[in-house]
């Protein structure tokens, strides 16, 4: 049986080596999309045209393998986001033999100078082209290996309507190619009334760009569990501290990257907003009362650049229909309400999934603990007192601050496991 060839052409055929032209020439079977294919047009044996139908495509070259010399031509490392990989699911990995070459998005960075061990790369090809953008909140670098739907336009249209902002958006279309175009924006509009050649990448960057007289966009304020409460704006204090933010968010347990959380009480919306950076492919809805409270949120949300909370004003549990079912529930509000709160939270909460309740309230605290035993979770308390330090004129004292409960509780998976 012959070995499998896979050999990345990188940006042109002159990125490949004597080696690789030698087993192109070789080949009885040459294998690529049309693009590769046509260059190599003189090619003597026979060729096999990739197409969306993969594996058909992969079922003729298991079956001439035994016989033919087979080459597969991949654009830029065929290992990434490339047939190769592919390949390397249906095919014993003892017959293939990957050649790499410079990738696209390593190409694309050299072009414009920047490095790129930073960056974040994503596909918009076939199974990855439902990216979360949202996500892309928290990030100064990105690139984007585009289809033919899934374009600049596309990108720039979805910045725009999320509000994504501070990104200079740069188009590199025909790379390596002869029609090579490097174009560079600070405005989405700009991109989204464009069109562009094919093939083509997109670089976001939010710390400037190499052009000159180009304005750096003012970057999102950085984020981390825990922030000081002085860089929220809330009314009156009334803001979940930041160690005790901390530990609730811990209790939370946020282990996908797609959860949904109601953040019910919703107050300056800090808990959401730091809950929002660990779940960027999930979503946050942030539910107030308090009518006067919703600017408040509002502010905090554009400073810090989350685009995956939803705000509602609404009296909990009206309303409740709007909302997807939660993964997480967090209760840092209630008052006399709490037990229908909880009852209607407990009910739509995920199998398996978490509520926290944070309360001053010993009334409160006994109220959460006797719905949960009710509705079967598990659950556990732990009361929190924080004392922080103060300056005096001869050195510090400590000044406490209330003490807090947290309850949590988790949602039995099944019927079964209740007792």
């Given at each position: 049986?012959?070995?499998i060839?896979?050999?990345?052409?990188g940006?042109?055929?002159?990125?490949?080596?004597?080696?690789?032209?030698?087993?192109?020439?070789?080949?009885?079977?040459?294998?690529?999309?049309?693009r590769?294919?046509?260059?190599?047009?003189?090619?003597?044996?026979?060729?096999?045209?990739?197409?969306?139908?993969?594996?058909?495509?992969?079922?003729?070259?298991?079956?001439?393998?035994?016989?033919?010399?087979?080459?597969?031509l991949?654009?830029?490392?065929?290992?990434?986001?490339?047939?190769g990989?592919?390949l390397?699911?249906?095919?014993?990995?003892?017959h293939?033999?990957?050649?790499?070459?410079?990738?696209?998005?390593?190409?694309?960075?050299?072009?414009?100078?920047?490095?790129?061990?930073?960056?974040?790369?994503?596909?918009?090809?076939?199974?990855?082209?439902?990216?979360?953008?949202?996500?892309?909140?928290g990030?100064?670098?990105?690139?984007?290996?585009?289809?033919?739907?899934?374009?600049?336009?596309?990108?720039?249209?979805?910045?725009?309507?999320?509000?994504?902002?501070?990104?200079?958006i740069?188009?590199?279309?025909?790379?390596?190619?002869?029609?090579?175009?490097?174009?560079?924006?600070?405005?989405?509009?700009r991109?989204?009334?464009?069109?562009?050649a094919?093939?083509?990448?997109?670089?976001?960057?939010?710390?400037?760009?190499p052009?000159?007289?180009?304005?750096?966009k003012?970057?999102?304020?950085?984020t981390?569990?825990?922030?000081?409460?002085?860089?929220?704006?809330?009314?009156?204090?009334l803001?979940?501290?930041?160690?005790?933010?901390?530990?609730?968010?811990?209790?939370?347990?946020?282990?996908?990257?797609d959860?949904?959380?109601?953040?019910?009480?919703?107050?300056?919306?800090?808990?959401g907003?730091?809950?929002?950076?660990?779940?960027?492919?999930?979503?946050?809805?942030?539910?107030e009362?308090?009518?006067?409270?919703i600017?408040?949120?509002?502010?905090?949300?554009?400073?810090f650049?989350?685009?995956?909370?939803?705000i509602?004003n609404?009296?909990?549990?009206?309303?409740?229909d709007?909302?997807?079912?939660?993964?997480?529930?967090?209760?840092?509000?209630?008052?006399?309400?709490?037990?229908?709160?909880?009852?209607?939270?407990?009910?739509?909460l995920?199998e398996?999934?978490?509520?926290?309740?944070?309360?001053?309230?010993i009334?409160?605290?006994?109220?959460?603990?006797?719905?949960?035993?009710?509705n079967?979770?598990?659950?556990?308390?732990?009361?929190?007192?924080?004392?922080?330090?103060?300056?005096?004129?001869?050195?510090?004292?400590?000044?406490?601050?209330?003490?807090?409960?947290i309850?949590?509780?988790?949602?039995?998976?099944?019927?079964?496991?209740?007792?």
């Open positions: 049986m012959n070995p060839n896979v050999i990345g052409i940006q042109g055929k002159r990125d490949l080596t004597t080696t690789h032209l030698t087993l192109i020439k070789g080949a009885d079977l040459l294998v690529g999309g049309r590769h294919l046509k260059m190599f047009a003189d090619h003597t044996g026979d060729t096999l045209v990739i197409t969306g139908a993969i594996e058909q495509v992969i079922d003729q070259i298991k079956e001439n393998m035994v016989h033919k010399k087979i080459v597969v991949a654009s830029g490392d065929p290992l990434f986001y490339g047939i990989s592919t390397s699911r249906h095919i014993d990995k003892q293939l033999v990957i050649h790499a070459n410079i990738s696209s998005v390593a190409a694309a960075f050299a072009a414009i100078g920047e490095p790129w061990h930073d960056a974040k790369v994503v596909s918009l090809h076939g199974k990855f082209s439902q990216f979360p953008f949202s996500s892309l909140a990030e100064s670098k990105v690139a984007f290996l585009t289809d033919i739907a899934r374009d600049p336009v596309y990108i720039a249209s979805t910045l725009i309507n999320l509000k994504l902002v501070g990104f200079n740069c188009v590199l279309e025909n790379l390596g190619a002869a029609e090579e175009k490097i174009s560079w924006f600070d405005d989405y509009a991109v989204a009334d464009l069109k562009f094919s093939p083509n990448i997109v670089i976001l960057l939010k710390e400037g760009t052009q000159k007289n180009t304005p750096i003012n970057v999102p304020h950085e981390h569990i825990g922030m000081d409460d002085s860089l929220y704006r809330h009314s009156k204090g803001i979940t501290k930041s160690e005790i933010r901390s530990i609730s968010l811990s209790k939370l347990e946020l282990v996908r990257r959860h949904i959380l109601w953040d019910i009480g919703s107050g300056s919306g800090s808990v907003i730091e809950a929002s950076c660990q779940i960027p492919w999930g979503q946050v809805f942030a539910v009362k308090n009518q006067t409270r600017p408040d949120i509002i502010h905090n949300i554009k400073l650049d989350r685009s995956n909370i939803k509602l609404l009296d909990f549990p009206e309303g409740s709007q909302l997807k079912d939660p993964d997480r529930v967090f209760i840092g509000g209630g008052g006399s309400a709490l037990e229908k709160i909880m009852n209607i939270c407990c009910v739509r995920k398996q999934g978490r509520i926290v309740i944070n309360t001053i309230l009334q409160n605290m006994e109220t959460a603990i006797r719905v949960l035993k009710q079967h979770f598990s659950y556990e308390m732990i009361q929190i007192q924080v004392s922080r330090s103060k300056p005096m004129p001869y050195g510090d004292r400590l000044e406490p601050l209330n003490p807090v409960w309850i949590s509780g988790k949602k039995p998976q099944s019927k079964a496991e209740v007792k």
